[in-house]
Structures are given as C-alpha cells and as structure tokens.
C-alpha cells in the first residue's frame, strides 16, 4: 500500500483538525484542502487558505495553516501533504505558498518538500492577543515561529 491524495471538503478536514490536531483548533475557513489515505484509512489532512497575516496577501500568496496527521500514519505523510498542497495551489495560479512552524517543531517534512525558512517570527505578546467570538485564545499565539516558503525562489 501507498499513500493515496485526494480531495476532501473542508468541513471533514476541520473536524479531522479538531479531533486530532495536537495544539491547534482549526482554521476559520479556507480555500481548499487536501487528504491523505493509506488504504481505505484516513490519514491526514492539510489545509489551505489565505494567508492569516494581512502583510502576506498580496493575490498571489496562499497559506498552509493546518497540516494534521494521525500518530500512526504513514512515515513521510506530512511531507505527502506538503507536495500536494503546493501542486494544488501552483494549479491554481498561486505563486507562493506559505507556512508557519513552532521554533521547537524541526521541519523536517517541510524541507523533505522543498519549502525553506525565509523569516522568523517573535511571536506576539499573549497579552494583547484579544479573544472575541470565533476565535478564542490558542496558547502557541506568544511563541516563536518559522516562516517557511515554497515558490519560485525555494
């Protein structure tokens, strides 16, 4: 057996994050995401949606920002996802697609797809972070993060 893509609504992919993502809840919408299968079993989901930050959407960029897999899926399923995502998106007339990882996360399935770090982030202060209705506090918001990135220049 081999891991298998295909689509899936971004209702199922939500509830898959909810259920199984380790730290975060899932996104607010998105754009599209994909699936990953390992025989009749799903494995993971990656969603992609506009960018989070407002200085990032500039009609050209798009945003990885959920990448979920479950404990027992498949060595290389993240990257698997990570690919998809960006022929996906590439298919779509997106120039680049971007991610974020926490500081303390190696990004190795990124690198394994060809994605490269182009920032890092200082986090923001969880004290000015405001919750307000759909969206509530995450406590990864005051952390550290990698900026990756995979276009034209990756």
Not at 14 to 34: C, E, I, N, S, T
Not at 52 to 71: I, M, N
Not at 123 to 137: C, F, H, K, L
């Amino acid at each position: 057996m081999k891991l298998c893509s295909a689509p899936i609504t971004l209702t199922r992919a939500f509830d898959f994050v909810a259920k199984h993502h380790r730290h975060k809840k899932p996104p607010q919408g998105g754009l599209f995401a994909v699936s990953a299968g390992y025989g009749s079993d799903l494995v993971g989901v990656a969603i992609v949606g506009r960018p989070v930050s407002r200085l990032q959407q500039d009609g050209y960029t798009a945003e990885v920002t959920r990448c979920c897999v479950l404990d027992n899926a498949p060595k290389n399923t993240c990257s698997f996802l990570y690919g998809c995502c960006w022929r996906a998106a590439r298919a779509l007339g997106w120039r680049k697609l971007i991610t974020y990882t926490l500081k303390s996360e190696s990004g190795a399935s990124l690198r394994a797809s060809g994605w490269r770090t182009i920032a890092e982030t200082s986090g923001s202060n969880p004290a000015s972070w405001q919750s307000r209705s759909g969206r509530d506090y995450q406590n990864v918001v005051g952390q550290s993060k990698f900026v990756w990135m995979k276009g034209p220049e990756a």
